[in-house]
């Protein structure tokens, strides 16, 4: 019953900037920590933000300076701002959400943990 949708993958320049937002659906009360990762081809998933609903914020060093996470706590969005992309930036970047606080189909209130958007490919190349 809880769901992430991402939104503003696309191609961009090296040096360009680009943004991307996602929203959680589903009747949800309250989402402790959501967060951005990316994967490229032939790599492992790595973390590229997090951000808690008191807007703490964890960043990698390697990304520090160049990305930007924020969130709406009562949109239930979170965005990643980035700029100055290189090419290795490109992967498909992904949405996570977890200790998510939400109403189940039968309306009893409960945990849930660990979600996934589908993921949005970001594409850096001239």
């Known amino acids: 019953q809880v769901q992430l949708v991402e939104s503003g993958g696309g191609l961009v320049q090296p040096g360009g900037s680009l943004r991307l937002s996602c929203t959680a659906s589903g009747t949800i009360f309250a989402i402790n920590v959501m967060g951005w990762y990316r994967q490229a081809p032939g790599k492992q998933r790595e973390l590229v933000a997090t951000i808690t609903s008191g807007m703490n914020t964890i960043y990698p060093d390697s990304l520090k300076g160049r990305f930007t996470i924020s969130r709406d706590n009562a949109k239930n969005t979170v965005s990643l701002q980035a700029n100055s992309l290189k090419p290795e930036d490109t992967a498909v970047y992904y949405c996570?959400?977890?200790?998510?606080?939400?109403?189940?189909?039968?309306?009893?209130?409960?945990?849930?943990?660990?979600?996934w958007g589908q993921g949005t490919q970001v594409t850096v190349s001239s």
């Open positions: 996570h959400a977890d200790r998510v606080f939400y109403s189940n189909y039968v309306g009893q209130a409960q945990w849930g943990y660990d979600y």
